[in-house]
């Protein structure tokens, strides 16, 4: 029997970073959601292990970077060994314009907690051992099928407006649309163990020893302990590697006087490189390893699956609450190319791994050294892992600037598509917070405006009357004397000079979104309003 109009607008399916992140930005979005799980709890296992600063970033608007961090090991380096011989290396901690400049180490289970935690904070819950067994376009919305995960025999059928697939890499949801997970699997078998590794292993760096052979991947863990991953050939087997397999390709392909003293946890799997042919299916989303698969190589799966989550959770929060549903086009055409760069960023690094011929191993090794000695491996490798620097300026959720804008005039250098850089600011009104990335971090929508006139200023309070509550607008002024009362809307002076007169709208993400120029006779407060993708801002214009 199908139910309707008994649940919340969006169905959630899966309870991992990425169902939960989604999640997560529903709520603080204003938006309810059912979460369904079909786990028992919260991940044992410890998978995924590196954090980068994008993601990073998105657990600081969602309001759990904090605790993430307390937990996690910093990571200061990478170095790269063939043949026993040092070929390269990269320094992490050195981006600039974030409050994260480096990845840190945290296994998965620490990272869904955090979420969970944050969850039941937002006022949600998840209903573990809840399997979903099939979802089906129907009219404005779709049909799920769903039940206990250890009763195939007891089924409710309901009727959502919105679904979520963040049910991992064999996602029931994708299957049972039909959508194409196009891609290949790799020839070779992947080992991974956790535990007590002694023996010349630096405390914060991580170590690949390139080997005829295969890799030997060494990365340090909170708390102590070491991650020690190796590639095979596959035989076909799914067993965990013993104590024996692990002791033997340790003493093949790392440096004289590694040990493996005690193992937490063990895992043998195949890795795949796939990206789904629709992040979009009508009202039904696909996110994370349901929606994209890739080597473990620069540790980017829990990292972009995490940014998915929180794209389309700010995305769909703000059309239930009345921004235009094109809005949600955005979606797949920003993040699954942002899929394909990623995985096909990793497949490289993972063939770049496995290279074995003589003569290409010289000319890898070769490459690494001038590129490592040049510094240019860490200029390059480093910002494109962290996923910092989009450039989403063909998205549909982002507007074109006018005609002679000057990206440079604005605080944080504001160009359209692009992340918005930081700047320090003196709190004058209504803020805390000593940096524009700092004010940013709530992830909600932000109007900036700057300038030192009383158009400036008038500009920020039509704004303030024009938008909802939770988006917030910034007036950035040189003034020596701005008004400190009565205007509705926040106000800084930033630490450097105020150039002209402008509106700039940042998107949750901290991506700018539009931008004007209020010296133009033809801006209106009401006119750059209406053409935002704002939650409520429609209603409130009529």
């Known amino acids: 029997m199908t139910v309707p109009g008994q649940h919340p607008p969006v169905l959630v399916v899966g309870a991992g970073p990425t169902g939960l992140a989604a999640a997560c930005a529903l709520l603080q979005g204003g938006v309810s959601c059912r979460v369904v799980e079909r786990r028992a709890g919260v991940a044992e296992e410890p998978k995924a292990l590196i954090l980068w600063s994008g993601a990073l970033e998105v657990l600081r608007r969602l309001g759990v970077a904090d605790r993430v961090v307390e937990q996690s090991l910093p990571l200061a380096s990478a170095s790269y060994f063939s043949g026993g011989r040092k070929i390269g290396g990269v320094r992490f901690g050195g981006l600039e314009g974030t409050a994260f400049p480096g990845p840190v180490c945290l296994p998965q289970p620490g990272t869904e907690q955090a979420l969970y935690d944050r969850l039941l904070e937002l006022g949600g819950s998840v209903e573990w051992s809840t399997r979903v067994h ?4 129907a009219g404005a919305g779709a049909r799920v099928v769903l039940g206990p995960a250890d009763d195939p025999d007891v089924r409710e059928e309901v009727a959502v407006p919105w679904v979520v697939a963040a ?20 020839d070779r078998t992947f080992l991974l163990s956790d535990g007590v590794v002694s023996g010349p292993v630096p405390e914060r760096e991580a170590q690949y020893h390139l080997t005829p052979d295969g890799v030997l991947v060494i990365v340090p863990l909170p708390g102590g302990g070491h991650r020690v991953f190796f590639d095979i050939a596959s035989d076909g087997r799914t067993d965990p590697p013993d104590d ?11 440096p004289a006087g590694l040990r493996i003293e005690s193992v937490w946890w063990r895992s043998r799997f195949r890795v795949h490189a796939r990206v789904a042919c629709e992040f979009r299916r009508g009202r039904v989303l696909i996110a994370g390893d349901a929606a994209h698969l890739h080597s473990p190589a620069g540790g980017q799966g829990l990292n972009t699956g995490i940014q998915d989550g929180f794209d389309l959770g700010w995305k769909l929060a703000a059309v239930l609450r009345g921004a235009p549903e ?10 699954r190319p942002t899929a394909q760069a990623v995985v096909r960023s990793a497949d490289q690094q993972t063939r770049t791994w496995m290279t074995r011929a003589p003569l290409a191993r010289l000319v890898r090794d070769t490459l690494m050294r001038v590129l490592s000695a040049s510094g240019l491996l860490e200029k390059r490798l480093v910002p494109q892992l962290a996923q910092i620097s989009p450039d989403l300026s063909a998205s549909p959720a982002v507007t074109a600037p ?4 000057r990206a440079r005039d604005a605080v944080g250098g504001a160009l359209p598509g692009r992340r918005i850089g930081d700047a320090e600011l003196v709190p004058l009104v209504g803020i805390r917070a000593r940096s524009l990335h700092a004010y940013l971090a709530s992830g909600r929508h932000v109007l900036l405006v700057g300038g030192s006139s009383e158009r400036a200023s008038r500009a920020a309070a039509r704004l303030r009357e024009a938008v909802p509550d939770d988006v917030d607008v910034l007036l950035l002024t040189g003034a020596e004397d701005p008004a400190r009362e009565g205007s509705g809307h926040d106000t800084a002076r930033p630490a450097g000079p105020v150039r002209g007169e402008w509106v700039v709208h940042v998107r ?17 407060a009401e006119d750059f309003v209406g053409a935002a993708s704002l939650p409520g801002a429609q209603r409130s214009l009529t």
Do not use: C, H, I, K
């Not at 099939?134 to 376009?137: A, H, N």
């Not at 996602?171 to 891609?183: D, I, K, T």
């Not at 094109?326 to 993040?335: A, I, K, T, V």
């Open 134 to 137: 099939s979802v089906e376009p």
């Open 167 to 186: 049910d991992g890499s064999r996602s029931a949801v994708r299957e049972s649309l039909g959508v194409a997970f196009e891609g290949d699997t790799y």
């Open 244 to 254: 024996a397999l692990l002791a033997r390709l340790l003493a093949e392909r790392g």
């Open 326 to 335: 094109p809005l949600l086009d955005s979606y797949p055409l920003e993040r």
């Open 402 to 405: 006018p005609p002679g804008w």
């Open 508 to 524: 949750p993400d901290a991506v700018v979104a539009a931008v004007a120029d209020l010296s133009d006779p033809a801006w209106r």
